[in-house]
């Protein structure tokens, strides 16, 4: 039996959102207002609930993909969409108010860019912050997406966006699907390889930051980036 139609109009969704407000609505409240309308047999509130259940909530709406999404009875590709592209909203919403922080000033200032852009992504992405000679943010560009364990990263097509862009210095960064922010070997040789051209080509390379499910793990707060200079420059004057 569908007992939505059944609640005041104050506990209706949309209703409570424009009389109380948007913060008063539950997840499911908030959910069912993005679907508004549910299946036969089953209300709104019903299958908002029950796809979060499925889930494991809005982080995992976050996660899963359209195709998932798709296999849950009673979404259909229009609220699957919906669904993805109002996720995507808040994530890109976050993004801007911190990005009028112009300055990188150091790792965290950076992380907190980074994060709303790369955090519960079900797949390992990559990506640069491109930087002028004040550390200034000039913009951050998406590079690469890859399987849940690697991404395709090409240190010479970061360096010419680099150049591109006339940018001074830059910041990599990429998320673990995983949650563990240790670095890989490979995400150590991308480092070594990206450290190496970007000196040669007078482009800074700050930091490589790695994102998980709770922190991120910092180059060069570690002092991997401060090791891999000094390496490089043993290199260098041992050829000379």
């Known amino acids: 039996m569908n007992d939505f139609k059944k609640r005041p109009d104050s506990e209706m969704p949309r209703e409570k959102l424009l009389s109380t407000g948007v913060?008063?609505?539950?997840?499911?409240?908030?959910?069912?207002?993005?679907?508004?309308?549910?299946?036969?047999?089953?209300?709104?509130?019903?299958?908002?609930?029950?796809l979060?259940?499925?889930?494991?909530?809005?982080?995992?709406?976050?996660?899963?993909?359209?195709?998932?999404?798709?296999?849950?009875?009673?979404?259909?590709?229009?609220?699957?969409?919906?669904?993805?592209?109002?996720?995507?909203?808040?994530?890109?919403?976050?993004?801007?108010?911190?990005?009028?922080?112009?300055?990188?000033?150091?790792?965290?200032?950076?992380?907190?860019?980074?994060?709303?852009?790369?955090?519960?992504?079900?797949?390992?992405?990559?990506?640069?912050?491109?930087?002028?000679?004040?550390?200034?943010?000039?913009?951050?560009?998406?590079?690469?997406?890859?399987?849940?364990?690697?991404?395709?990263?090409?240190?010479?097509?970061?360096?010419?966006?680099?150049i591109r862009t006339s940018a001074a210095g830059i910041i990599l960064s990429h998320n673990h699907p995983s949650g563990n922010i240790t670095p890989s070997p490979a995400d150590k040789r991308l480092t070594m390889n990206m450290l190496v051209l970007g000196d040669l080509s007078g482009i800074v390379l700050h930091d490589h930051i790695i994102i998980g499910s709770n922190g991120y793990y910092s180059f060069a707060d570690e002092g991997i980036l401060s090791y891999m200079r000094q390496q490089f420059a043993r290199a260098i004057q041992t050829d000379i």
């Open 52 to 162: 979060l259940n499925t889930c494991g909530g809005l982080a995992g709406i976050e996660k899963i993909g359209i195709d998932e999404l798709l296999k849950i009875q009673g979404l259909s590709k229009a609220k699957a969409t919906k669904l993805k592209a109002s996720i995507e909203m808040g994530r890109r919403t976050i993004y801007s108010s911190r990005a009028e922080k112009q300055k990188i000033l150091n790792s965290k200032d950076a992380f907190l860019l980074f994060e709303p852009l790369l955090k519960e992504l079900g797949k390992e992405n990559f990506m640069v912050m491109l930087l002028n000679n004040q550390n200034n943010l000039i913009t951050i560009r998406r590079i690469g997406e890859g399987t849940v364990n690697s991404a395709s990263v090409y240190p010479r097509e970061l360096i010419e966006i680099a």
């Open 23 to 50: 913060h008063a609505l539950s997840d499911a409240e908030l959910v069912a207002v993005v679907l508004q309308t549910g299946t036969r047999g089953k209300d709104v509130i019903a299958l908002s609930i029950e």
